[in-house]
């Protein structure tokens, strides 16, 4: 495959079917902008009405061209271009790039057109439909019509560009170009009929040209295809920054279980960026900003930064900033201190301290060189923010010129904050390989992305493990179809490893109090229902129940459910009342990307504080205990596990095998498991293991 995205990105030939002789039509763009920007290779216009355009000869169809082209952009009708694609891929062509639009996008009947183009396409690969094209910045080929290509000249660099979206493609170049930031490839895959996300990530992993690779999804349609692509780029130290519209849970269908309401879709997406190494861009404008500072090449490896400023307003902005991302603006070591203080004698300059501040020194050559020396010289700090003020921009060559020799004998990561709008001056100091940003918070995301991005390259993949069930598990007792009720669910949990708390099962007509003595004085009553999931919103759960009230507590309770309800109990449960451990729940949810495994804070609040985590399980594997923990970890609540302020810390091995446990029942399980949730899981204190007191299981 690559083979024919090389070709893509690479043609000796162009064939351009529906070429119009028109420069500023839409089908006239293409050609004029291969000239423009210099293409050295063939160009086959095709249209039947003319001989001719833009000096070039015009054929009347795609059987007359004179060599097979490597690569062909078709711009007819929707009708016409199934025999266009027909008659490509006779020819031998390697990948046809398809602008028409009228295809997937536009419902059922366009759906099944696109169907029929695949197959006309046999073993020629296809771009689009409904795409803006390709543009390979880094040979000066521009495969579009994109006006963003009326440019002169585009900057090139080491960032590579795929989007779903054919105008953001247009959008990101031409911001690119005033930004500063060099390019590399940049293509348009739309509606993905065949060469989709994953096959241009896999490519751009190879390619020496690209550093960084930045994905505009609007949804990932081969789920497993992607995973591997962005696995591959991230063992191969290649950053990938990804901005993913559709983040409103709107419309979502609410769920049986706490997790389906929990685990909506754009959650999923995050679980799987952080599995497999991507760095989400959260605004827009940290789109570019991420990988502006990711494209320097430089690696940061911790969070001490210092502040070099000639306006102390704008240094404190950025302080401010860079203490709510978790970054440290220590002052200078003593001997740092020394040789700032040295550059300046008097108190002109507040050289000793962080911002260091060289307002009313002035920008003399010697100090800015001297202090930004000093910076990156100095053990206290791990990168530097040059603050560009409005003084500054009187002399922008004087900072650039500082810069430039200054970074030569550094490693460590240098941005600056352009503090007056400046872009001209902020496109400069980025072309220089200094990344500017106009907006405080801007640095604190680009040296959040350089820091994660240091952390994943140096972090491995955890193992898996294999659960302790066995691979046959006895499970002849589950129904065909339906929800589980409480105490089948639990039974289920139990094959797979997972302990439950002591209960009985009690028929209020013929109770059998003797069964429950040896729960305890004090009981849990609940109702037991296949029908009934959330128990209390219907008042199906009592605590605290005298084991000698339970015939009235069983009586009471049924009147109340039959009332809000409308469901007669026939069954209910008596548990032993558990105390002394951290609630917490696990859970699963499936939706298009894949099967995650949910872990949070549990109980009734469980959806009210949010606090939870989710990792998306590999076809058919549980989840290894690395990442049970590292869930746990990730939690707010993790100090509670962990003993927070003196309280005894929690069998957290306990619960690494249960999750390990749980998330090996759901892969067993497979396409019959549709919901499946432990809320709550009691932890308790280390070496005495962790206990399931409710469960919903409901199967296809």
Not at 419 to 436: D, E, F, N
Not at 509 to 527: S, Y
Request: hydrophobic share 45%.
């Amino acid at each position: 495959m690559n083979e024919a995205i090389e070709k893509l990105m690479k043609p000796r030939i162009i064939a351009v079917i529906g070429a119009s002789t028109d420069a500023k039509k839409t089908a006239g763009r293409p050609i004029a902008y291969l000239q423009k920007h210099h293409y050295k290779g063939i160009i086959y216009p095709v249209n039947p009405r003319v001989e001719e355009i833009a000096g070039l000869k015009c054929y009347p169809d795609i059987e007359s061209l004179p060599q097979v082209p490597d690569v062909a952009i078709i711009m007819v009708s929707t009708d016409k271009t199934l025999g266009a694609v027909r008659e490509l891929s006779k020819r031998g062509t390697a990948v046809a790039i398809v602008l028409t639009s009228g295809f997937a996008e536009h419902g059922a009947q366009g759906l099944k057109k696109q169907e029929e183009l695949v197959l006309a396409a046999g073993a020629m690969r296809i771009l689009g439909p409904n795409t803006i094209g390709m543009v390979n910045v880094t040979d000066e080929i521009p495969l579009s019509p994109s006006s963003a290509l009326e440019m002169d000249t585009f900057p090139k660099g080491c960032v590579s560009v795929i989007s779903q979206s054919g105008g953001i493609l247009g959008s990101l170049l031409s911001r690119a170009n005033a930004f500063g930031l060099g390019l590399s490839k940049l293509v348009s895959t739309s509606n993905e009929a065949d060469l989709g996300l994953a096959d241009f990530v896999d490519y751009l992993v190879d390619d020496p040209s690209t550093r960084v690779i930045l994905l505009y999804i609007e949804s990932i349609r081969h789920p497993e295809k992607f995973r591997a692509a962005a696995l591959r780029a991230k063992s191969a130290g290649k950053p990938i920054v990804v901005y993913k519209v559709g983040k409103s849970e709107a419309g979502i269908k609410a769920a049986v279980s706490h997790t389906g309401a929990m685990a909506g879709a754009d959650k999923m997406y995050d679980a799987l960026f952080r599995q497999v190494g991507i760095i989400r861009a959260n605004r827009f404008a940290d789109f570019l900003d991420i990988p502006a500072a990711l494209s320097s090449g430089r690696t940061l490896q911790g969070r001490r930064v210092a502040i070099l400023t000639s306006t102390g307003g704008a240094g404190t902005l950025i302080a401010d900033s860079l203490g709510e991302w978790g970054f440290e603006t220590p002052a200078p070591d003593e001997r740092t201190a020394a040789r700032l203080r040295a550059l300046q004698p008097g108190d002109q300059a507040v050289l000793d301290r962080n911002p260091i501040d060289v307002t009313l020194a002035g920008l003399q050559p010697d100090l800015l060189r001297g202090a930004i020396s000093a910076l990156l010289d100095s053990p206290t700090y791990d990168a530097l923010i040059l603050i560009l003020g409005s003084s500054s921009l009187a002399m922008p060559d004087l900072m650039a010129g500082a810069v430039r020799e200054c970074m030569q004998t550094s490693d460590k990561p240098v941005i600056a904050y352009v503090s007056p709008h400046a872009p001209i001056a902020g496109a400069l100091m980025t072309s220089l390989g200094v990344p500017a940003f106009s907006q405080p918070e801007s640095c604190s995301v680009a040296l959040s992305s350089m820091l994660r991005a240091s952390q994943l390259s140096t972090s491995s993949a955890s193992t898996q493990i294999i659960s302790s069930y066995s691979k046959s598990p006895n499970i002849d007792f589950l129904p065909q179809h339906g929800s589980l009720n409480e105490h089948d669910a639990k039974k289920l949990f139990s094959v797979f490893g997972i302990a439950s708390v002591k209960e009985v099962v009690l028929d209020p007509a013929h109770p059998d109090l003797n069964a429950a003595k040896e729960l305890g004085e004090k009981l849990v009553l609940k109702i037991l229902s296949n029908e009934i999931t959330h128990k209390t919103e219907v008042g199906g759960v009592a605590l605290n129940v005298p084991r000698d009230d339970l015939v009235k507590r069983m009586t009471q309770m049924q009147g109340d459910v039959k009332t809000k309800s409308g469901v007669a109990i026939k069954h209910y449960l008596a548990q032993e009342m558990v105390s002394g451990g951290v609630e917490l729940m696990l859970g699963m949810h499936k939706d298009p990307l894949g099967t995650a495994i949910l872990v949070g804070m549990g109980g009734v609040t469980a959806e009210l504080f949010e606090d939870h985590q989710m990792r998306l399980l590999e076809p058919g594997e549980p989840l290894s205990e690395q990442d049970a923990l590292d869930m746990l970890k990730e939690l707010k609540t993790w100090p509670l596990l962990d003993g927070y302020r003196g309280r005894v810390k929690c069998d957290v091995h306990a619960l690494v095998q249960a999750i390990v446990e749980f998330s090996g029942l759901v892969a067993f399980m497979g396409e019959r498991l549709v919901e499946c949730e432990i809320n709550p899981i009691f932890v308790f204190e280390r070496g005495k293991g962790v206990k399931a007191a409710d469960g919903i299981v409901v199967l296809k």
